[in-house]
């Protein structure tokens, strides 16, 4: 199992809000929390492992994105 704990992420919620991005501060089995400038967000853990793009191959579509560190390339 990779270790998230420090990674970074993007939720997209929409054409109408803007993209956030946070770091993976907590990893409690099923779901990881990821602090978003203050707000924590509980993300199940499988969402992050399935979505995993580099920093430039994100999708625009909604959802919650694991961006690939460069020394994972």
Do not use: T, W
Not at 18 to 33: A, M
Request: hydrophobic share 35%; with cysteine.
């Amino acid at each position: 199992m990779k270790e998230l704990i420090g990674r970074r992420v993007e939720l997209v919620s929409g054409a109408m809000y803007p993209v956030q991005e946070g770091k993976v501060v907590h990893d409690r089995g099923e779901q990881v929390v990821v602090d978003c400038d203050g707000d924590l967000r509980y993300i199940a853990k499988y969402r992050l492992l399935c979505n995993e793009y580099g920093e430039f191959e994100r999708p625009d579509a909604v959802g919650v994105y694991l961006i690939r560190e460069p020394e994972d390339l």
